[in-house]
């Protein structure tokens, strides 16, 4: 009943930007906490930020300085603002939720199907 899409993927040459939407979705009490991981060909699924209710962020350190986190409550939004991108950055990235459907419900982790960002020449 809940679903997270992601959209914003796309090919980009190195230095360039690009902007990740997720929007949640469905039956939705509340929103805790909110962030994106990437996995790269070969490589383990990482964390790349992740952002509160309240809006206090972290960011993998691969990451900080070039990607921003930010949300819109209001409409059960996540961003990911990425700048100078790298080849190291080429993942498929996954949004994902801290949520409830009731309020007396369990808090659950929710997955978007996951988009992929290409940085290349």
């Known amino acids: 009943q809940v679903q997270l899409v992601e959209s914003g993927g796309g090919l980009v040459q190195p230095g360039g930007s690009l902007r990740l939407s997720c929007a949640a979705s469905?039956?939705?009490?509340?929103?805790?906490?909110m962030g994106w991981y990437r996995q790269a060909p070969g490589k383990q699924r990482e964390l790349v930020a992740v952002?509160?209710?309240?809006?206090?962020?972290n960011y993998a350190d691969s990451v900080k300085g070039r990607f921003t986190i930010s949300r819109d409550n209001a409409k059960n939004t996540v961003y990911l603002q990425m700048s100078s991108l790298k080849p190291e950055d080429t993942a498929v990235y996954y949004c994902?939720?801290?949520?409830?459907?009731?309020?007396?419900?369990?808090?659950?982790?929710?997955w978007g199907q996951g988009t992929q960002v290409t940085a290349s020449s």
């Open positions: 994902t939720a801290d949520l409830k459907q009731t309020y007396g419900g369990p808090w659950r982790d929710y």
């Open positions: 469905g039956s939705i009490f509340r929103i805790n906490a």
């Open positions: 952002i509160s209710s309240g809006g206090v962020t």
